[in-house]
């Protein structure tokens, strides 16, 4: 009976141990399966790094592109009495012309030229050279304001929509980007609760033009307009939109009233400090949020509302563009542009369009193959 009940633990001993070493070999093989495959043994979560790939920014058709953004005319001198014929390239042909002979001297001449501006190359995802921006302006309380208020929702992104495919036909080879350009911070004629001048419109309202824009694929522009307030007391509220990808950013000069003055009272003004600030603000929110470069625009009319424009300083995260939006005549119209913002380069231009100020007193608004013919050609176009 003893010896019965030995072979039977003999036997029991073995099973189990059998037992066990399998299990041991299934999991080990499971586990080295799991390694394999880059899972940790122990939480079964991966442990190697994704593959990602890094686009990058082709440098060779941003400069092709903003070159073509400068819009210089291949330049020809020629001092001749004969008739001849030349295939003017890129460089300046000087045709030297005596009694007897006819010599072409194809020479290089290096020419600092102001447009395109020197600065930094951007980061991947920049919206320009390669878009244009095409942007109606307001607020949804006042059609005065501008165009964004004028209409019911659904007429004017209709409209807007119009604009877009009348650019797209002008510049095929630009593609367009609708925008809405909304006046976030409104300058007041009277000083309010806490004396700055200015009202802050309610979020939902700002989230009312991201919701539009949404619609059209497009992109929101919040405008600003700081009265006797300050970009370091304005733009902090708004970052909860800034933060989103498809949300850039304006300020006007011309309702930054440093000496005191209320609104609307004389023009302001915001020195290279104030939008060196706003650009570095908005670096910090593309590098904390990782989204793609922000666009920065200052609207300009007159000389003085930027001061110490060659101090303004592009980043890698912020495209930052000078938009003329003075109204008048289209020769009017070109005169300022050429005196604020062709002859002051920064990095990119705008120009702002107004449907009814523009063609007040017989005058008529300029169409976007006429604007085409600006040197620089405009990045963004604005209406109002």
Not at 86 to 96: E, G, H, K
Not at 111 to 119: E, I, N
Not at 255 to 270: E, V
Request: charged residues 20%; aromatic residues 8%.
């Amino acid at each position: 009976m003893d010896k019965a009940k030995s072979n039977i633990y003999v036997i029991f001993t073995v099973v189990l141990l059998s037992l066990c070493l399998f299990v041991y070999l299934v999991v080990s093989g499971s586990l080295n399966n799991k390694i394999e495959f880059g899972l940790d043994s122990e939480d079964n979560v991966a442990t190697t790094t994704p593959i990602v790939i890094v686009p990058t920014l082709d440098r060779e058709l941003y400069d092709r592109l903003m070159n073509g953004l400068a819009n210089y005319p291949v330049k020809i001198v020629a001092t001749t009495t004969a008739t001849t014929t030349i295939t003017a390239t890129s460089t300046t042909i000087i045709i030297v012309t005596t009694a007897t002979t006819t010599t072409a001297i194809a020479t290089t001449t290096v020419v600092k030229k102001p447009w395109p501006v020197d600065a930094p190359y951007p980061n991947v995802g920049a919206i320009l050279p390669f878009n244009r921006i095409i942007a109606y302006y307001g607020n949804f309380y006042s059609g005065a304001l501008g165009v964004l208020g004028a209409y019911p929702p659904e007429e004017m992104l209709q409209r807007l929509m119009g604009e877009v495919s009348k650019w797209q036909i002008a510049d095929p080879s630009t593609r367009v980007i609708p925008a809405l350009d909304y006046i976030a911070v409104t300058a007041q004629g009277s000083a309010g609760s806490d004396g700055m001048y200015r009202a802050r419109m309610p979020a939902s309202e700002i989230q009312k033009a991201v919701d539009l824009a949404d619609t059209v694929g497009g992109l929101v522009i919040l405008d600003i307009q700081v009265g006797k307030s300050t970009l370091q007391e304005e733009l902090p509220p708004l970052e909860q939109f800034l933060k989103l990808p498809n949300v850039e950013l304006a300020i006007d000069p011309e309702f930054s009233m440093k000496d005191g003055t209320a609104p609307g009272k004389r023009i302001g003004t915001f020195d290279a400090a104030d939008i060196n600030f706003s650009a570095e603000y908005l670096a910090q929110i593309v590098k904390q949020y990782n989204i793609p470069p922000k666009v920065l625009i200052i609207h300009r009319f007159t000389e003085n509302m930027i001061t110490n424009y060659n101090e303004i300083r592009p980043l890698p995260e912020v495209q930052i563009l000078i938009d003329m939006d003075g109204y008048g005549t289209p020769a009017q119209k070109k005169k300022v542009y050429r005196q604020v913002v062709q002859s002051e380069p920064v990095q990119f231009t705008g120009l702002k369009l107004f449907y009814k100020n523009d063609v007040a007193n017989n005058g008529v608004m300029m169409t976007p193959e006429e604007v085409m013919t600006m040197q620089p050609r405009p990045s963004f176009i604005q209406y109002q």
